[in-house]
């Protein structure tokens, strides 16, 4: 009993408590737009298996947090502290999939101008976009490492 108790003080010190299922459900969304952005670095980088397997997990965790929202199982402090503001615009649609299709839509877009469009998160005049292939894929890369896309689940 003095080891579970101290086990879960530790825990609350360290910020590792348990989430609430709200805010768990919340979580989702972050996971999905994490997943969609770090397949585009994938893919950008030349791994499609990589690609492949982000993108299932963006699609799964982007169904189950598009049904908690529509079942009223995320509140509203949990939807700001959690959700990425790229989801939030884009939670209107006739069905789960056009909604998912929206988020991955724009999470794509971002990820993709993050690596051709702008330095250091400024958008590039025209003329400076990266254009070549391989300065693309290794910005891609640093992308995806920085990102720790390889430990999304």
């Known amino acids: 009993m003095h ?70 199982q995320i509140s509203p402090e949990a939807m700001r502290s959690e959700v990425p503001i790229g989801v939030t615009m884009l939670l209107a649609g006739p069905s789960v999939d056009f909604i998912i299709g929206r988020i991955f839509e724009n999470a794509t877009r971002d990820a993709f101008d993050s690596i051709v469009k702008q330095k250091n998160g400024v958008l590039m005049p025209v003329d400076d976009w990266v254009q070549d292939q391989e300065v693309r894929k290794l910005i891609a890369q640093r992308k995806y490492l920085q990102g720790n896309c390889g430990l999304i689940q």
């Open 3 to 72: 080891k579970a108790v101290l086990t879960f003080a530790t825990a609350l010190l360290f910020g590792l408590a348990p989430l609430t299922t709200a805010a768990q459900n919340a979580r989702d969304g972050r996971v999905m737009w994490s997943a969609f952005q770090c397949a585009t670095f994938a893919e950008m980088s030349g791994s499609n298996q990589e690609q492949d397997r982000l993108f299932g997990i963006g699609m799964k965790t982007g169904r189950r947090f598009v049904e908690a929202l529509q079942n009223n």
